[in-house]
């Protein structure tokens, strides 16, 4: 058993490299469509962590203008 994927695995979704970028819906893109949301979502949290908290503001603004 292999530790490391074979050049099989790596062409086992449409025949192409799976890191490949390209343009359409293709099984790359969703691949790099979630590489990209996690780097959002990681930028985002750290964001959030350091005081600028987006969500905290409009929950206040939400809130100021119910009254």
Not at 4 to 30: F, H, I
Not at 36 to 43: D, E, P
Request: charged share 15%; hydrophobic share 40%.
């Amino acid at each position: 058993m292999a530790l490391y994927p074979s050049d099989q695995t790596e062409t086992a979704y449409n025949g192409k490299d799976r890191n490949a970028v390209e343009a359409g819906l293709t099984p790359q893109t969703e691949l790099w469509n979630g590489r990209l949301a996690m780097i959002g979502f990681l930028a985002y949290l750290l964001w959030d962590l350091n005081g600028y908290s987006v969500v905290r503001d409009v929950l206040h603004i939400v809130a100021y203008n119910s009254h």
